[in-house]
């Protein structure tokens, strides 16, 4: 099992895609990476139904674009409800626990522990996660 927050969801897919993988390994990681982008695209389709409820709206039903780039939103009290709420949704974790995949995920937490390259920025920090998601569970199961 692997349990990550939403807003670290396709950083760390990136990380496992971009990993130089072959035969099982890339099968099953590749698996797991499916899981992980299918739920960041739901994270971004929860946002914009999100933004719709703070965003102004136009005669054909469209968001109206701000100037400096984004959407313009109603008002200024509504931007700060936006953000907290949209912060509330990427603090929230997922879980990857599906019975189907319990093979796949042994086999990338292998793959993730045992990998001995240099990584910096957004790769070191992705890698970090997926540690720290496979040992906070594997400490969850065993307390239980």
Do not use: C, P, W
Request: glycine residues 4%.
């Amino acid at each position: 099992m692997m349990n990550l927050q939403y807003k670290d969801l396709k950083m760390t897919a990136d990380f496992l895609k971009n990993l130089s993988l072959k035969g099982k390994e890339s099968v099953h990681r590749m698996r797991v990476v499916k899981v992980l982008e299918e739920q960041n695209k739901k994270l971004a389709e929860e946002e914009l139904e999100l933004l719709k409820a703070f965003a102004e709206i136009d005669d054909q039903g469209e968001l109206v674009q701000a100037q400096g780039g984004g959407f313009k939103i109603k008002e200024d009290k509504d931007k700060r409800e936006f953000k907290q709420q949209q912060e509330e949704l990427y603090q929230e974790y997922f879980t990857v626990g599906d019975k189907n995949l319990e093979t796949a995920l042994k086999t990338v937490e292998e793959i993730v522990n045992d990998y001995n390259e240099e990584l910096s920025d957004k790769d070191a920090e992705a890698h970090f996660l997926l540690v720290e998601s496979f040992e906070n569970v594997e400490k969850k199961e065993s307390a239980e």
